[in-house]
């Protein structure tokens, strides 16, 4: 049925049993094979009129183990000591990198990969290089251990100290190549700072375009790394003036809004900036779903695309989108603007004491989408095998 706002021909979702795609399905599907429109709420009906609160939290699908996390973060034990050891402990529970337990969530939900990057509370900011260099290489080392132990259910991100370019560098060289590494683990910006554009850092982003490695950013977390600094901690943002700042880490709009305009930041000064034409195979995978970009890709277009080598909309297909978008509509959107075959599953989970994770049906919201089952399977790990040469 037509809709005033031209959502993406999908059709409804589908049974369990339909969309349960086996390794032999993989093969077939092909992205934009979009079924006739649905009707998101109703006859020309608002998603807002109609929603219901927290769809992330919905039962997903049956599925045995199939899908990629692209976005899962965890804290191993060297790494942890290392930052204790530097006198700035990280607050991550040691339950993090139980391994065993990990698998058997993964299990009971569906999930057969994770790729394992560090938490927003790396330490890059404050180390010095031979700090940096310690603390990266324990992480990395970490993390070939991990594959080794589960190849099949652990891969990683390399972890690099951006603050020190020539450190990045050695230790890029060190590990890259190494089995259970697919991607370079970096945050948009550090403190503030643009060092993804400093003609210092430029040799480590070569390296990386030669090497033929994607990029997964995410921002930072901590006070100086905040998107506008203090202006989404007030007040106004929600924020008790008497709370305990420890109690949340995450304050007002520091995170929901702050990390969402910050990734958009970090895309649109890649494509201003002439990196993505400087390196023309780096390929990135943007967390928290691209943030504001998609939305304001068009505007960019508009009010300075005369300056860029290409259309906005073409650099957008440079980049992979997590799935972290919260409601079936912006996930619809999301494949309306980049296509199914950019989306790639991502949670942001912790894996912390207890059941509940930020993401406890991770395929929920791409199962509520309604895509056809060779674009669903395309976005649970279709995109990342071809991405990642699995």
Known sequence: MPSRRNFLK?????????????????????????????????????????????????????????????????????????????????????????????????????????????GGFRPWQWVTPEQGAKVSRVANDEAMQAH???????????????????????????????????CVHMPTSLGGKEFLFDAAFQPVLARIHDIGLPIILHPLDGEPNWFLGKRLDDAASGVDANANPMANRFPGLTNSVGNSMEVAVCMAKLIASGTLDRYPNLTFIITCGGGAMPLIGGRMENRGGAKYKQPVYEYMRRFYFDSLVYWPVNMRYLADVVGPDRIVLGTDNMYGPGDNQMANNPHSLIDQTGFTEADRDLILRGNLKRLFKL
């Open 148 to 182: 080794k132990d589960n190849p099949s259910r652990f891969l990683a991100g390399i972890e690099l100290n951006v603050s020190d370019p020539q450190g990045s560098l050695a230790e890029l060289n060190r590990v890259a190549g190494k089995p259970g590494f697919v």
């Open 10 to 118: 999908s059709g409804a979702v589908a049974t369990a049993a339909g969309l349960m795609v086996g390794e032999g399905g993989l093969a077939q599907a092909q992205p934009g094979t979009f079924k006739e429109p649905a009707p998101i709420g109703g006859l020309g009906r608002s998603y807002a009129e109609t929603a219901s609160p927290h769809p992330w939290i919905k039962p997903q699908l049956p599925s045995p183990p199939i899908s990629i996390d692209v976005h899962t973060h965890w804290a191993p034990a060297g790494y942890l000591k290392a930052k204790a050891d530097l006198g700035q402990p990280d607050f991550l529970d040691p339950i993090n990198h139980d391994m065993d337990r990990r698998i058997k969530w993964m299990d009971a939900h569906g999930m057969q990969t994770q790729v394992l990057t560090l």
